[in-house]
């Protein structure tokens, strides 16, 4: 990604939140947060440099704030350790990335056109991994 070749990040991942469940905003739209490491050791001003002007605000990460992911039970994890919880996210906001990117970008695509085409990819995966289903599904103990 072009965070990882040139901007020194390490690893990422994003959430998309709104002005309730994120940051306080002071508007009503959504919000994109980023969270990553700065394996470049840029300074806060010379990371703000290499973010867009829409970005509104940096703020240094307490390793407090990595330690647990809601509703993740690290125990589950073959190391239990939280790092491959992070690793696993950010793969996965790497490859919603990648997906988006993968679409040609130099004309104008109808945004509902261009929804219900990452929509399609989006079912695909819930259909591999069955999550569409998973509230119903039961097992045996």
Same mark, same amino acid.
């Given at each position: 990604?072009?965070?990882? +070749?040139? /901007?020194?990040?390490?690893?990422? /991942?994003?959430?998309?939140?709104?002005?309730?469940?994120?940051?306080?905003i002071? @508007?009503?739209?959504?919000?994109?947060?980023?969270?990553?490491?700065?394996?470049?050791?840029?300074?806060?001003?010379?990371?703000?440099?290499? #973010?867009?002007?829409? /970005? +509104?605000?940096?703020?240094?990460?307490?390793?407090?704030?990595? +330690?647990?992911?809601?509703?993740?039970?690290?125990?589950?994890?073959?190391?239990?350790?939280?790092r491959?919880?992070?690793?696993?996210?950010? +793969?996965? /906001?790497?490859?919603?990335?990648?997906?988006?990117?993968?679409?040609?970008?130099?004309?104008?695509?109808?945004?509902?056109?261009?929804a219900?085409?990452?929509?399609?990819? #989006?079912? @695909? $995966?819930?259909?591999?991994?069955? $999550?569409?289903?998973?509230?119903?599904?039961?097992?045996?103990?």
């Amino acid at each position: 990604s072009v965070l990882k +070749e040139n /901007c020194g990040v390490k690893w990422y /991942c994003f959430l998309i939140h709104n002005r309730n469940n994120g940051v306080p905003i002071p @508007y009503n739209g959504l919000q994109f947060h980023i969270r990553f490491e700065n394996s470049a050791n840029h300074s806060q001003k010379e990371l703000s440099n290499l #973010l867009p002007d829409y /970005c +509104e605000m940096i703020r240094k990460v307490e390793s407090k704030d990595v +330690e647990k992911i809601s509703g993740i039970d690290t125990t589950l994890l073959n190391e239990g350790d939280i790092r491959e919880a992070w690793r696993i996210i950010g +793969e996965s /906001c790497e490859w919603i990335v990648g997906m988006i990117n993968a679409h040609k970008l130099e004309f104008d695509i109808p945004p509902q056109k261009m929804a219900k085409q990452i929509f399609q990819f #989006l079912h @695909y $995966l819930a259909n591999i991994t069955q $999550l569409r289903d998973w509230q119903t599904v039961t097992y045996k103990e």
